[in-house]
């Protein structure tokens, strides 16, 4: 047998497991416990036949489209950390108005997975397959732990982002200073009001007024004392003021 007679053999040993649980199902929406059970075996030895397919099938399935493309992407997303299939777990049949969820646990070379293949109801064709892996408690903490430390990483970005902004805003209100300004060394200088005059203390002129009488009466008695000591005692050079005080008792200044 050739190799092209081989890879159709196992393609066809594919999609005749596939159209066993396809037919095995009905299109009302009740299942009897004979036909749940049936359902259940086609799906088992489905996942058996899907696990196992060589590349070579995966290629020429591939080509199909459709539901395949589903089957296949979850397949090479999920087959580096399932590894080789070891054994398919019992299948679990829930019914609803529209869909069959048929849910088996899977066992794996490397971590096992829970299997989701889900059928409609009113037509047989399956719809959706997903391949739900178990990883252990390690391996979820340190894809959350990276998941963390990515979310900071953002976060701290954008921090740095916007105090950059906010540090070149500076530069923006300091030209719109100078802009300020300029406009106002350019405006026209306002004509300054005449502030009120403030009125005169009237206490102060009128001590001013009484200095300048009390000087005046001053000068007029020294000119007169000195008139009167010419006449008595003249003299040829004259007298000089050189201070002014007060006599007390004398008998010149009761004269004067």
Not at 182 to 189: C, D, L
Request: aromatic share 6%; charged share 25%; glycine share 8%.
């Amino acid at each position: 047998m050739s190799k092209k007679r081989k890879r159709k053999a196992g393609l066809l040993a594919a999609a005749a497991c596939l159209a066993t649980a396809l037919m095995a199902t009905p299109v009302s929406a009740a299942l009897s416990d004979a036909e749940k059970e049936a359902l259940a075996q086609n799906i088992h030895d489905y996942l058996t036949a899907t696990f196992t397919m060589t590349e070579e099938n995966k290629a020429e399935l591939r080509e199909a489209g459709g539901y395949y493309d589903i089957v296949l992407d979850e397949l090479e997303k999920t087959e580096e950390d399932t590894g080789a299939l070891v054994s398919v777990g019992e299948v679990r049949l829930e019914e609803t108005d529209t869909v069959i969820n048929c849910t088996a646990d899977v066992d794996f070379e490397g971590y096992d997975a829970e299997v989701v293949m889900t059928v409609n109801a009113s037509t047989g064709y399956p719809q959706n397959f997903v391949v739900n892996v178990d990883y252990p408690l390690e391996v979820r903490m340190s894809e959350a732990g990276m998941n963390t430390v990515i979310g900071l990483v953002v976060v701290f970005a954008i921090l740095f982002f916007l105090t950059g902004v906010i540090y070149l805003f500076r530069y923006i209100g300091r030209g719109s200073g100078q802009e300020k300004k300029t406009e106002k060394k350019q405006a026209p200088p306002a004509r300054p009001t005449a502030a009120p005059a403030a009125a005169s203390p009237a206490v102060p002129a009128a001590a001013g007024t009484a200095g300048t009488e009390e000087d005046i009466e001053l000068a007029i008695v020294l000119a007169a004392a000195i008139a009167m000591a010419e006449e008595e005692e003249p003299s040829g050079d004259g007298y000089v003021v050189r201070s002014v005080r007060k006599a007390g008792t004398s008998r010149r200044w009761k004269r004067v």
